[in-house]
């Protein structure tokens, strides 16, 4: 990346970090490339950005980039599709577990010192296998978790997706194991909902009051797509009301999430730090390809990744 940077004026947007900020809007002006990750890449940023050519991301989401503005300015957006699918859908599977059997709790209750006798009830979690998993958003990530559900713990798999998915001829490992419905249907009959949607304008809140009040009582929720997806004031709600047995969170609306969260501390909440892809095997795939697609753009090429 040293050498990418050297030959193209490349700087990388991780403006999260104070001392790369000030680097990063210094070299901005001059940058052909940008490696970007889950920083807000808009018009008033792009503007001071003339130079831009290609912007290559980190990430599989996009929803940090405003993608008009870029188009508007002809600035090419890769991304790192495929890379992290199996990775993200282990990190789910496992929240599904740490949620379920109440693990990160149970686990801070031994290194406490507070394991004094045989755990009670009060303090058993709830099976997983065979429960049914609910998953909205089938795309690779989704269906990676589902294979994980079905073939590795006998889960029945429901799923909701924009477009229809033909398992048995797309899917065919999951033929007879996974059925596409409507979202009602997936929230009344899911024990276990998980959300691996992209966050868009039709997604942005889609957890809301009235879908919690839908969920099965006692089912429980796990989010690894983006926190805009969930209203975090209803998930509480949910959660303080009983309904909703527990939340297993990788993603949050905003992100550091703030000391002064409830779902930091809240007991039915197992909260990680957006996770998902976070292995040192899949985040080196990632930057590879994010690199590689930043030198093929600038070398006029469009590689594979590059968002339409
Ligand atoms: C990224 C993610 O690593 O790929 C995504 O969309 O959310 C994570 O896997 C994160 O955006 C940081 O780059």
Redesign the pocket.
Known sequence: LARLQAAHEVTVANPRVAEQRDAFFEALPRAQGLIG??YRIDAPLLAQAPALRVIS??????DNYELPALRERGVMLC??PGV?TET?ADTLFALIMATSRRLVELAALVREGRWHKNIDESLFGWDVHGKTLGIVGFGRIGQALARRAALGFGMPVLFHNRSAVNVNEELPALAGLARQVSLDELLAQADIVALTVPLTDETRGLMNAERFAAMKPGAMLVNGS?GGVVDEAALLASLDSGRLRGAGLD?FATEPLPLDSPLRTHPRVTPLP?I???THE??HA?AVLATSNLLQALAGQTPAATVR
């Open positions: 990750s889950s991301s980190i990430s599989v989401g996009i991304h790192t992290l993200t983006r993603v957006h998902g892809s976070a899949t985040r990632m």
